[in-house]
Every structure is written in C-alpha cells, then in structure tokens.
C-alpha cells in the first residue's frame, strides 16, 4: 500500500507559477511509476504528466508541454510537479498517483494508488 498526500496547490494569476508537491508513504515508493492528474469541473480526469520509477521516461499532455516539468525524489518519497506560464484552463484539481509497475504509466486505469488532491485556481 502507498499513502499519497499532496500539497502546494493554491489561487494564482495567469501567468504565474506554482509548484505541486507529493509525498508518500507505506511500501516502497522508488520502484512505483507515479504521476500527475487533474479533474476540472464537468469533466473527466485525465494524465498531465507522468514519470518512470528511475526518472529516465517522462510523459507530458500536449496541454501542458513546454510549461509543466514533472520531478521526483526517491530519497525523499516524493514527486513535484513545477507549472509555469499558468493558465486559467489550468485550474483544476490536482491530483498525484502511482502505480505498482515501475513503467512508464500514464492512464487512470493504469494507477493503483491515488492522493485526495490540491485545488488549483488560476485567474484571469
């Protein structure tokens, strides 16, 4: 089992940056490809980024390439995700997840373990 807390989601402007952060907990997070999700009002869930268990394979949405930049720290247990240039389409919550291979997963099919999630706002 893998506990996932999340934090640093918040109000912000257009244009502004902020940085998500996830920790976790329970069975060993290192070998656990994670990722990073989001859900906006009236619509589905879907990938934003996500990141392989050695940080060698990354994946972005094209919504989000350019702008966002997905990290972790395996002697921490915890992964970032970095977001500049917001923008208001961006708001949404946020939410981190693993999954129990280490490969490369970007699906919310694919995630086994999931955080509460972090609102994030960002205005006009």
């Known amino acids: 089992q893998v506990q996932l807390v999340e934090s640093g989601g918040g109000l912000v402007q257009a244009g502004d940056s902020l940085r998500l952060s996830c920790a976790a907990s329970?069975?060993?997070?290192?070998?656990?490809?994670i990722g990073w999700f989001r859900q906006a009002p009236g619509k589905e869930r879907e990938i934003v980024a996500a990141?392989?268990?050695?940080?060698?394979?990354?994946y972005y949405a094209d919504s989000v390439k350019g702008r966002f930049t997905i990290s972790r720290d395996n002697t921490k247990s915890t992964m970032y995700l970095q977001m500049n240039s917001l923008k208001p389409e961006d708001t949404a919550v946020y939410y981190c997840?693993?999954?129990?291979?280490?490969?490369?997963?970007?699906?919310?099919?694919?995630?086994?373990?999931w955080g509460k999630g972090t609102l994030v706002t960002v205005s006009s």
């Open positions: 997840a693993a999954s129990s291979s280490a490969a490369l997963t970007y699906s919310v099919r694919g995630m086994n373990y």
């Open positions: 990141i392989s268990w050695s940080g060698s394979s990354t």
């Open positions: 329970g069975r060993t997070f290192s070998r656990n490809a």
